[in-house]
C-alpha cells in the first residue's frame, strides 16, 4: 500500500499579521489563540496553503502479564491559508492487523520468526516468575486500533469564535488488505481561515515494531515533537533521516509498573529511556522532480529493535550484522527453506532438456522463457513468496512468488540463482549502519556467470536479465550466498551497462 505524504506524517509560529516567538508554540489542544485564529499568511513560506501550526506525538509504553503495549497519542493543529488549503480537512489514519502472522507485505516475519538467538531455550509462553517471552509468543501480538479520536474546525465569526465537531458517524474505517487498514474522516465546515484541531491514540499491540515518524509533510510545520518513554528492556537504535535536522536528545527516566494478577500490589518503579525529538520551521516536502521516497527528503525517525527481555528474563538480541541477516534469509520458513526445494517445473526441465544446453546464459535464458510462459506478475511487489506449487497453480502472482520458481527452476538446470535483497526506491534509501532485515521490502534474482552476475525480476519479464524496473534500479542491494558471505551490489550500475 503507497501512502500519501500526509498519510506518512500521521503516522507516523512564525504567524505574518502577528509573529510569536519560537518558544511560545501554543501546545494546548482545545483553544487556539488569537494570533493562530487571525494569521492568514505563513511567514517563512507565504505560498503555502495550510501550515501545521503543531503536532505532539506522544510513544508510551505499557507493561502487562502477557507483554508490552505501546499507545502513539498524537495531536495535530493545522491553519488553512488559502481555499486550496481546505484538503487537509480529508484525515486518514494507517493502521496494521494480522501482523506479522498473516504479513506478506513486510519483512517482520523474518525477524520474528528467525531473529532470536540461543535465548529461545526459554519457556513458549510468558511467565511472570521467570519473565520469559519468546518469539512464538510476539505473533500473538498482531493488532493495532484507533482510539479516542476527536476532531474540531474553528472558524472566526465577526470576533466570536464557533467550533464544528467530528461526529462519531463520520468517521469510516476501511480494510486495504488483510494487514492493511485506515481511518479515515473530513473535519467539518473547514474553509480559508479555518484552525483544524485533531487527536487520537493508536493502541498497538506491536511493541518491537515502532512506526516510522515524519516531522515533515507536503505543507510547512511550524513545530513538531516526538516524545517517547520507553522501558528499558526494549533497546532500540535511533536512525534520523532527512535533510533539515531536529533538535534530539535521549535520557534516562522511569515508569510505573504495576502486576495485573495483584491490584492491591504497591507499582514498581522501573527505568526507561526518554527520547525526544523537536522539529522547527520545517519546510514543506514536495514529491516529483526525481524525488522517490519522502524518507530521504523529511526530517524524521526510524527505530530498530536491538534487544528486548522481561523482568529478570534472558535478554533476546536483535543486534545483528549484515551477514547474520543474510544467514536469517536462508533460514527463514517463506524464503530461505523453499531456496533449498526442487522447482515444481522439475520434470518440464529435464523433458526439455535445459540442462544439456552447454552455454550457460543460453540455459539461463530457456529456463527464464519456460517460466514466463507458466505464470504471469500480479502487479504487485511483495517480501515473502507463497509456495511455488501454489504460484504456479494460480499462473502468476506477485514479483517474489514468480522470482522464487524462477530460484528453484534455474538451480534445478545447473545454474546457481541467488536472491537479492533490497530496500525499492519509494521507501527510502537502505542505511547500512543499523543492520535490520526490516529495511528490505522485496527480493529479486542473480543470475551467478563465470563473466558477471545477471539480474533479472518478475516485473521485468519482457526486458530480459538487467532490464530491472525502475522502482527496482537501487545503489544497495544485498547479493545473499548460501556458501560464502554476501556483498552489495550496485543495480543501478548493473541496469546501466
Not at 118 to 142: H, I, K, P, Y
Not at 344 to 354: H, R, S
Not at 370 to 395: C, H
Request: aromatic share 8%; with cysteine; charged share 25%.
Amino acid at each position: 500500500m503507497k501512502l500519501s505524504l500526509l498519510q506518512l506524517f500521521v503516522l507516523s509560529f512564525w504567524p505574518a499579521c502577528m509573529m510569536v516567538a519560537q518558544d511560545k508554540v501554543n501546545m494546548k489542544f482545545g483553544k487556539p489563540t488569537k494570533a493562530e485564529m487571525q494569521m492568514t499568511t505563513y511567514a517563512a513560506e507565504p505560498d503555502a496553503d495550510a501550515v501545521v501550526l503543531c503536532r505532539l506525538t506522544d510513544v508510551e509504553y505499557t507493561i502487562q502479564q502477557t507483554g508490552y503495549l505501546v499507545d502513539y497519542k498524537e495531536k495535530v493543529r493545522i491553519k488553512v491559508l488559502k481555499p486550496e488549503g481546505v484538503r487537509f480537512a480529508k484525515v486518514v489514519i494507517p493502521y496494521l492487523k494480522g501482523t506479522p502472522i498473516d504479513n506478506r507485505n513486510s519483512s517482520s516475519k523474518l525477524v520474528l520468526k528467525v531473529g532470536a538467538t540461543d535465548n529461545n531455550s526459554v519457556s513458549s509462553s510468558f511467565d511472570e516468575q521467570a519473565g520469559a517471552m519468546t518469539t512464538a509468543d510476539l505473533d500473538r501480538f498482531s493488532e493495532e486500533s484507533i482510539e479516542d479520536l476527536k476532531a474540531t474546525a474553528y472558524n472566526l465569526q465577526g470576533s466570536k469564535v464557533v467550533k464544528s465537531t467530528l461526529k462519531k458517524g463520520d468517521i469510516a474505517e476501511t480494510k486495504i488488505n488483510d494487514q492493511h487498514y485506515q481511518v479515515e474522516f473530513t473535519v467539518p465546515d473547514v474553509q480559508e481561515g479555518t484552525v483544524i484541531e485533531y487527536e487520537y491514540t493508536l493502541h498497538s499491540e506491536l511493541f518491537w515494531l515502532l512506526h516510522d515518524w515524519f516531522a515533515q509533510c507536503e505543507i510547512p510545520v511550524a513545530y513538531a515533537k516526538l516524545d517517547m518513554n520507553i522501558p528499558r528492556y526494549l533497546l532500540f537504535s535511533m536512525e534520523e533521516h532527512g535533510i533539515q535536522r531536529l533538535i534530539s536528545t535521549c535520557e534516562s527516566g522511569t515508569m510505573r509498573y504495576k502486576l495485573e494478577s495483584d491490584p492491591l500490589a504497591a507499582p514498581t518503579i522501573i527505568p526507561s529511556n526518554h527520547y525526544i525529538s523537536v522539529g522547527r520551521n520545517l519546510a514543506g516536502v514536495k514529491m516529483g522532480n526525481g524525488v522517490w521516497s519522502m524518507q530521504d527528503q523529511c526530517a524524521g525517525i526510524t527505530a530498530y529493535l536491538k534487544y528486548y527481555s522481561m523482568r529478570g528474563a534472558a535478554v533476546v538480541d536483535y543486534t545483528k550484522t549484515w551477514e547474520q541477516i543474510d544467514e536469517m534469509v536462508l533460514k527463514s520458513e517463506d524464503l530461505g527453506v523453499q531456496l533449498g526445494e526442487h522447482s515444481p517445473l522439475a520434470q518440464e526441465l529435464t523433458d526439455a532438456k535445459v540442462a544439456e544446453i552447454v552455454d550457460q546464459r543460453q540455459r539461463a535464458e530457456a529456463v527464464v522463457k519456460l517460466v514466463f510462459d507458466k505464470v504471469k506478475w500480479n502487479g504487485r511487489y511483495e517480501m515473502s513468496p507463497a509456495a511455488t506449487e501454489e504460484t504456479l497453480k494460480n499462473q502468476g502472482g506477485s514479483n517474489v512468488d514468480i522470482n522464487m520458481l524462477l530460484l528453484q527452476s534455474l538451480n534445478d538446470a545447473g545454474i546457481t540463482a541467488v536472491p537479492v535483497m533490497l530496500r525499492t526506491r519509494d521507501q527510502g534509501k537502505l542505511s547500512v549502519e543499523f543492520p535490520a532485515v526490516q529495511k528490505y521490502t522485496t527480493f529479486i534474482v542473480a543470475v551467478v556467470l563465470p563473466q558477471g552476475n545477471l539480474y533479472l525480476d518478475a516485473s521485468s519479464a519482457n526486458g530480459g536479465f538487467n532490464a530491472l524496473a525502475e522502482l527496482l534500479q537501487v545503489e544497495k542491494a544485498r547479493l545473499v550466498l548460501n556458501d560464502r558471505k554476501g556483498r552489495w551490489v550496485n543495480l543501478q550500475a548493473a541496469v546501466a551497462k
